[in-house]
């Protein structure tokens, strides 16, 4: 199979089933699927479209197959789905929300064939941001799909219709209510400010930041923050809004964490700053996978951080969970 060997896509069909799925272990799987039914099927290739192409539309159906045996097709943010906390969390309780997760950036490195079609309205690291996956959820699965294939892929309505087979005009109906959706969930440009950040200024933020945590400076922290600033924390449904309630529930939370100090790993995630957090419970002692920190910045000040505590997250990400 040579130059039409399906493994060589292996990586942007994960970030295509990701942002379908919105969680990594679910896209790994999808790949996974997909690259079986391809080449069982490969003998079967009538080459009326490239191989890439080919792959993506049966990416396209096994993840819609999964979002059909889901209880609930999106995945979601706290912030997005309940008004902010008021009040200190109450004592663990199991939730069984599907949750968003992160995507490491190094799943996306060497990503081969990744220009989008002439029709594409988002580039790449706009399309794997978290707001851009969080905001898609909301859409109904076909239409999820119809998005990525048209406004992220750059498939023309044609191809994207020989997917689903259904009419053109299906698709461009499909195409603009969720255009529409997305909309209220994204508004126009949110996707591409995070990226806009003097890289200078990013690295002091960061720099910054790493020094706040792992001094247990809550002023320093707090410094860091716009004023309207989110920090939420899946899978607990809380999150807070604003400097003064993260203030107060950051102070309850390092006093009751059993941690005695913190350490913090650069990571990239969602083309977007992040962090591994550990923490150890005595001076000596080793450090334990504590939670994975997402950063999205605005204007050089940290706008959401998305604490996500799931210790198989660091597993993806390929990094120890206890250092």
Not at 38 to 65: H, K
Not at 233 to 238: L, V, Y
Request: aromatic share 10%.
């Amino acid at each position: 199979m040579t130059n039409a060997d399906p493994e060589r896509y292996r990586r942007e069909l994960q970030a295509h089933c990701y942002r379908m799925l919105g969680s990594t272990h679910e896209a790994e799987d999808a790949v996974q699927e997909t690259l079986l039914r391809a080449w069982r099927a490969f003998d079967r290739f009538e080459g009326r479209t490239s191989v890439r192409n080919w792959l993506y539309r049966i990416a396209t159906n096994v993840s819609l197959s999964m979002l059909a045996r889901r209880s609930a097709a999106g995945r979601v943010v706290p912030h997005f789905i309940a008004p902010a906390s008021t009040g200190l969390p109450e004592a663990d309780q199991p939730s069984d929300v599907p949750w968003l997760e992160p995507y490491p950036d190094a799943a996306l490195e060497d990503v081969p064939d990744s220009a989008p079609g002439p029709h594409a309205r988002y580039e790449l690291h706009e399309a794997t941001q978290l707001a851009f996956v969080a905001a898609i959820q909301y859409l109904p699965p076909r239409q999820r799909a119809t998005l990525l294939l048209r406004d992220v892929l750059g498939w023309s309505a044609a191809e994207t219709a020989e997917t689903f087979a259904v009419s053109v005009a299906s698709v461009n109906s499909a195409l603009q209510r969720a255009r529409e959706t997305l909309r209220k969930h994204l508004p126009e440009g949110e996707a591409t400010k995070a990226a806009r950040v003097d890289d200078e200024h990013v690295r002091r933020l960061l720099d910054r930041y790493v020094k706040a945590w792992e001094n247990a400076d809550l002023d320093a922290f707090v410094a860091l923050l716009r004023e309207d600033a989110i920090f939420s924390m899946p899978p607990r449904p809380e999150w807070y809004r604003g400097r003064a309630a993260i203030r107060t529930f950051l102070t309850w939370a390092w006093n009751e964490s059993g941690y005695h100090a913190f350490r913090l790993v650069p990571l990239r995630a969602n083309h977007q700053p992040a962090f591994a957090l550990y923490g150890r419970s005595e001076e000596g002692s080793a450090w334990h996978a504590h939670a994975i920190h997402v950063l999205t910045l605005r204007d050089a000040e940290i706008a959401v951080l998305s604490h996500f505590m799931d210790e198989a997250l660091f597993s993806r990400f390929g990094i120890a969970t206890v250092l």
